[in-house]
């Protein structure tokens, strides 16, 4: 039987090579190429190919368990192939390998769960988004046409393909991943030539995955995106909602944040592999479990942890992109004034802005007003509120000045 094998990363294999010379020959010479296995420590099991004896790729990450189902099954540990076609712009190429593979058995895996003793389960997980519900629907839907062929309408089956192709590019979970190499098995050998016809397409976008553009965006575009989503969003209000107690109260808020950011950056040095988070190498982060089979479950408590770290980190007055500088007393005072305000950062930084060399009368007018309007808390409003912006220089009359002129009953009139 034979099997069109997808070879990808020649422009890492060549080293300093001239990668389109080396293109160029192989589409002219159609050589003979060698797949051989490997363990290595960043990407588990990998297959490299070679041409002669040097290195001219690895195996895609799509067809990896196929070439090693087949290896098993034909007892060898080399596979034998022939360059078919060349993609110069993707820097990549197939090959037809030759051997009996038995049917992929969706409940097993031929690669180690190393992932199996890691999870995070230190606040509510986010939920799906509309687009992973799209395409995790549109995934089934592709899937059970292709395996029965023939009972669905050709347009409704290329209209989920055209979704899948637009709304697989951040899903790095292995159960996806196996999905989507099955699919393009699948559109490969279809018997329709309009579905076939997608096949380059399939494989072009689904190899972008691993490249370093992707990698750049799961930086600058994914992660911003995901923090300032619903899912993002109901997942921190969830969280507050936990620990409301703790965050109304002005001794203990910033420290049950403190505890709970802790908590994260300790699990994410627990993560399996040597991987590690940094707050400027998410992209790096996302490529690597590109290849590591993360399981949905878990790529969910990964991405939920970091999320939440970044929300927290932003209550404290804390940008995940900069360091303390010379505002970090105005940073202080902020985090001392949130819990007046429940907790809204955004909130006791706007109030401080106002209060700034500001009539005393006209800061307590203030004050009235956002009790009225029920930003400030009625339990910290008088002695806790004065003692902060007394100290602070901001508000310098008495105590019993500041109560007189914080009237309650007539601010809630």
């Known amino acids: 039987m034979e099997t069109l094998i997808q070879i990808t990363g020649v422009q890492y294999a060549c080293g300093e090579a001239d990668v389109s010379a080396v293109m160029a020959a192989m589409e002219q010479e159609k050589p003979e190429v060698l797949l051989v296995t490997e363990q290595t420590h960043d990407f588990g099991i990998i297959v490299r190919a070679l041409v002669g004896t040097a290195y001219r790729g690895v195996v895609s990450r799509f067809d990896l368990e196929h070439v090693l189902r087949t290896m098993q099954h034909n007892d060898t540990a080399v596979l034998v192939g022939k360059v078919t076609d060349i993609d ?5 190429y197939n090959i037809s390998i030759s051997g009996e593979c038995p049917t992929a058995d969706n409940d097993t895996d031929s690669t180690p769960d190393i992932w199996a003793d890691w999870q995070w389960t230190g606040a509510p997980l986010m939920d799906n988004t509309p687009d992973d519900c799209r395409l995790d629907i549109s995934l089934k ?15 409704t089956l290329l209209e989920h393909l055209a979704l899948i ?31 076939r016809s997608l096949t380059p397409q399939l494989r072009r976008t689904l190899t ?43 001794q203990r808020w910033q420290q049950t944040i403190e505890k709970q950011l802790d908590a994260i950056d300790t699990c ?45 980190r932003k209550s404290l ?23 007046v305000f429940f907790g809204n950062i955004d909130n006791a930084r706007e109030f401080l802005l106002l209060t700034r ?32 912006l007394h100290e602070a220089g901001i508000y310098k009359p008495t105590e019993s000045n500041w109560n007189m002129q914080v009237n309650i009953r007539k601010a809630l009139r």
Request: net charge positive; aromatic share 6%.
């Open 88 to 92: 110069r712009e993707g820097h990549c």
């Open 141 to 155: 839907v592709v899937l059970a046409e292709l395996r029965r062929c023939g009972s669905m309408n050709k347009q």
């Open 165 to 195: 192709l637009q709304l697989a590019k951040w899903d790095i979970s292995h159960e996806t991943q196996q999905q989507l190499s099955q699919i393009r098995q699948l559109v490969s050998h279809h018997p329709d030539r309009d579905v």
């Open 208 to 250: 972008a995955l691993g490249s370093m553009e992707r990698t750049r965006l799961f930086q600058d575009t994914y992660l911003p995106q995901l923090c300032q989503s619903a899912a993002a969003e109901r997942m921190y209000l969830q969280w507050c909602a936990l620990h409301k107690a703790e965050l109304n109260d002005v």
């Open 268 to 312: 994410l040095l627990r993560l399996p592999a040597d991987l590690c988070y940094q707050k400027d190498q998410f992209g790096a982060l996302m490529h690597r479990l590109l290849y590591l089979n993360v399981p949905r479950r878990k790529l969910l408590m990964l991405l939920s942890a970091i999320v939440l770290r970044r929300k927290l």
């Open 317 to 339: 007055g804390q940008d995940e992109n900069t360091t303390d500088g010379a505002d970090n007393d105005d940073r202080q005072l902020v985090l001392r004034l949130a819990a």
């Open 357 to 388: 060399d500001q009539r005393p009368t006209d800061i307590t007018r203030l004050v009235c007003l956002w009790v009225r309007e029920k930003r400030i808390s009625l339990t910290h409003c008088r002695r806790p509120l004065w003692t902060i």
